[in-house]
C-alpha cells in the first residue's frame, strides 16, 4: 500500500511539473499506521518513531524523500525553461548538468540529520525575465536557504549565448560560484526564462 501512495506522490509531481508539489507533511502519511500513532505529538516522539523501526525502513524512507527531492528539482528547473528554451535545451541539460545538481542535492539533504530532512522543502518559484534562480534548497523551520541552485545567461563576443548552471551553499555565505555546467544557446539573444 505505501509503495501506491508514494507512486501517487511521485506522479503528481511530474505531470503537474511541480506546479503541486508534495509537502513534507504528506510523508508523514506515508509512515506505517502503526508507527504513525507512536509518531503523534511532539518531535520527541518523532525520534521515537525512528528508533522503533528497522534500519532499512529508515533508509526506505529516506531514499523517498531524496526522489522527492530531485523530482521537485527537475520539475522547477524544467518550469523555469519555459516552453521556448526548454524544447532546445533539454536533452542536453538531462544528460550533463541534472546529474550534477542531482549529486549537489543529494550531497546537502544527505548532511541533514534524519528528523531534519522533514524540515528540508524547495521553493517552487523560478524567476523569470534573465534572473538567475532556478530553486533553492531551505529548512521551512527556520527559513533558511542552505543550497542556491542558478543560471547566469553568458553573452561571449565571437561566440554567443551560454547559460552557465551554478551553486552557492550556506557554509561560505553564499559567496562562492560552484559550476556545475555549461550549455550554449546560439549568437541570437535567448527567450526570457519562463516564457
Known sequence: MNWIKKSIIITVALLTFGAITP???I???????????????SSASQTDYYAGI???????DLQ?????FIIAARAQTYKKFGSKIGPVIT????????PKIDEAIRMTIN???????KRLSISERPTGNYSEK???VFDKAENKDLIRFHVRTEKRPQDGYFFNFHYHVAEDNFTTHHTIGEIYWSKNTPPKWLT
Do not use: C, M, R
Not at 91 to 98: G, K, L, R
Open 27 to 41: 510523508w508523514n502519511g506515508l509512515q506505517d499506521k502503526n508507527s504513525s500513532k507512536q509518531a503523534e505529538g
Open 91 to 98: 536533452a542536453e541539460f538531462d544528460e550533463v548538468i541534472f
Open 134 to 136: 532556478i530553486f533553492h
Open 111 to 117: 548532511d541533514a540529520a534524519v528528523l531534519e530532512k
Open 54 to 60: 528497522s534500519e532499512s525502513a529508515v533508509v526506505e
Open 64 to 68: 523517498t524523500i531524496d526522489d522527492a
Open 23 to 25: 509537502t513534507h507533511d
